[in-house]
C-alpha cells in the first residue's frame, strides 16, 4: 500500500511511554478477561473497560503530545487517519474526525481504564479511536493475520467505521434494541451487524483513499488479498477455535470470517456506505 507522502491531519495524541494505570492483583487474568470479553463475546469497549477498570488502579494521566508522531508508525496512524477522514468528508454530510490516541499497555479513556489486552477500539463517549500499536505484531503472530499496510489500515478504518456510526446513531439505535432483546444470541445479531458495517464502511475509505489523496494513500497490487486474509483471521469462528476448540455460532458477536471478508469486499466493490445495510440484511 502507498501512504508516505500522504496528507498529515495531526489529530492523533500520543502517550506511548507514560504510565495509565498500574494491575492490581489482576495480572495475566485481566488481560484474559479483556480478550475473552472483546474478541470472543464481542462486549462494548465500555463494557470492557468498565470491567478492566474494576481489577486494576488507575492513575491519573497526563495528556500526551498531539500532533503528528515522528516515528514510522505512528505517522502512519496520521496518515491513515487523516486519509480516512478526508474520505468520509465527502461520504457524510456533517462529518466530525474522532481523535486518535497512542498508548502502550494500559490509558485512561472515556468508556474507563482501556488496556492493549483489549485490541484496537473506539470510544463512543469521547469519540475517540485507542491504538496500543503492539496489536499488530499480535495479529500477525498469534491470529495469522496479514502483516501487510493495507491489512493494518483496514483495522483502523474499521474502528472509525464505529465513529460513523456514533454520527449517524447507528449505534445508538443498535444499543437500544440490544436491551430489548428476548435473549442474549439475539442480542449478539445486533451486534454481528455493527461490526460488519464497519467492515464494509473500511472498505469504502479503500475504495476512495486514492481520489481524495491524489494517489498519495493508495492500493497497490495485492493489498486487497491481504486484507481479506486479516478478515478471515479475526472472523468469530476462527477466534473460537483458537480459544475453545470449536465453534458457536449463537455465540458470535462480530460475524464469521466468511461474513467479514463479504462486507469487507463489498465496502470496496461499490464504494458506497449505503450499500452497507447489514441491519437489514441480517
Known amino acids: ?14 502517550r506511548r511511554g507514560m504510565s495509565g494505570g498500574a494491575a492490581a ?25 468498565q470491567l478492566m477498570e474494576q481489577t486494576t ?14 516515528d514510522q508508525a505512528g505517522q502512519f496512524v496520521d496518515i491513515i487517519g487523516a486519509n480516512i477522514d478526508d474520505v468520509w468528508r465527502v461520504q457524510m454530510e456533517g462529518y466530525v474526525p474522532p481523535k486518535t490516541v497512542l498508548y502502550t499497555q494500559g490509558t485512561n479513556t472515556g468508556c474507563g481504564f482501556g488496556q492493549a489486552a483489549m485490541g484496537p477500539f473506539y470510544c463512543p463517549t469521547d469519540q475517540t479511536v485507542y491504538l496500543d500499536l503492539s496489536f499488530w505484531q499480535q495479529m500477525e503472530t498469534q491470529l495469522g493475520a496479514s502483516g501487510a499496510d493495507f491489512a493494518r489500515a483496514y483495522v483502523i478504518a474499521h474502528e472509525f467505521g464505529h465513529h460513523v456510526q456514533t454520527l449517524t446513531g447507528t449505534s445508538q439505535k443498535v444499543r437500544q434494541a440490544q436491551q430489548g432483546a428476548r435473549n442474549q444470541e439475539e442480542a449478539n445479531r445486533y451486534s454481528v451487524a455493527l461490526e460488519l458495517q464497519a467492515d464494509c464502511y473500511a472498505g469504502v475509505w479503500a475504495a476512495h483513499a486514492s481520489e481524495v489523496s491524489g494517489g498519495r494513500v493508495a492500493l497497490e497490487t495485492g493489498d486487497i488479498e491481504e486484507g481479506m486474509k486479516t478478515a478471515n483471521a479475526i472472523g468469530d469462528d476462527m477466534l473460537q477455535k483458537r480459544s475453545t476448540g470449536r465453534v458457536s455460532p449463537e455465540g458470535f458477536t462480530h460475524g464469521s470470517a466468511a461474513q467479514r471478508q463479504e462486507w469487507l469486499r463489498r465496502g470496496i466493490s461499490t464504494g458506497d456506505p449505503r450499500a452497507c445495510d447489514t441491519l437489514s440484511a441480517n
Open 1 to 14: 500500500m502507498r501512504w508516505q507522502g500522504g496528507r498529515k491531519g495531526g489529530n492523533v495524541e500520543d
Open 25 to 49: 492483583g489482576g495480572g495475566i487474568g485481566v488481560i484474559v478477561v479483556a480478550l475473552i470479553g472483546y474478541y470472543v463475546f464481542g462486549m462494548d469497549p465500555a463494557e470492557t473497560a
Open 57 to 70: 488502579a488507575s492513575s491519573s494521566q497526563e495528556a500526551g503530545t498531539v500532533g503528528t508522531p515522528e
